[in-house]
């Protein structure tokens, strides 16, 4: 019947046995997405150097932190307020590495290095974190430099105290050596096998404090 109205209509026969195209729907990135391209590229910075030391296991763990929150949010659902509920999320988990705020700031800016790598490989169009909330205040921070000596007078008195240290130090293991026989000393179980010990077993401690 269909193909009768056709044929009445002056269309051909074979427009009805063509199928109708189905539209490709492309979905959108999600974070997940986004993490884990910049983890398989190697960290990038914004000059496409891989990134090495502290800075590439910052960004690495990092990273295994984003994914709990971020892997299934899609990235055009990603801005400041996606941001605030990060921020909320983070404090209600604690920190084991960093304090608070400062720490949710290096995370995010992580995130935001993974999202500008993502936007120039083409995997997303623009960096949603790039006008992303900071929440630390300014006034917070200390930097190196309010710390260091101001004048010549200063840097002699910090150099001062620091010799005086190492000769209290120094004078402190005469002490101890010349209080023990050489052979009573150096023997396994002698003051200096003790120290070791005890050195050992603080060294074991904070490893497994810290793994």
Not at 2 to 20: I, M
Not at 124 to 147: D, G, M, T, W
């Amino acid at each position: 019947m269909e193909t009768y109205h056709k044929r009445a209509a002056g269309l051909p026969a074979a427009v009805t046995e063509q199928s109708t195209p189905t539209a490709q729907v492309q979905t959108e990135p999600t974070m997940g997405q986004v993490i884990r391209k910049y983890e398989e590229d190697g960290y990038p910075d914004k000059h496409k150097a891989l990134r090495t030391g502290p800075t590439l296991e910052d960004e690495t763990n990092h990273c295994k932190i984003l994914l709990q929150f971020w892997d299934a949010i899609p990235v055009g659902s990603v801005g400041p307020a996606a941001c605030d509920r990060y921020h909320s999320w983070r404090n209600d988990q604690g920190f084991r590495h960093g304090l608070g705020n400062r720490q949710v700031d290096r995370e995010l800016n992580t995130l935001n290095n993974a999202c500008r790598w993502a936007a120039r490989s083409e995997l997303i169009k623009l960096n949603p974190l790039a006008q992303r909330p900071k929440y630390q205040r300014s006034s917070e921070v200390k930097h190196c430099r309010e710390f260091m000596p101001q004048n010549a007078d200063e840097l002699h008195a910090a150099a001062a105290i620091l010799a005086e240290m190492e000769t209290i130090v120094k004078g402190d293991r005469r002490h101890r050596r010349a209080s023990h026989p050489p052979d009573d000393y150096d023997r396994p179980g002698g003051p200096q096998g003790d120290a070791d010990r005890q050195e050992g077993g603080e060294e074991d401690h904070f490893r497994d404090g810290e793994g």
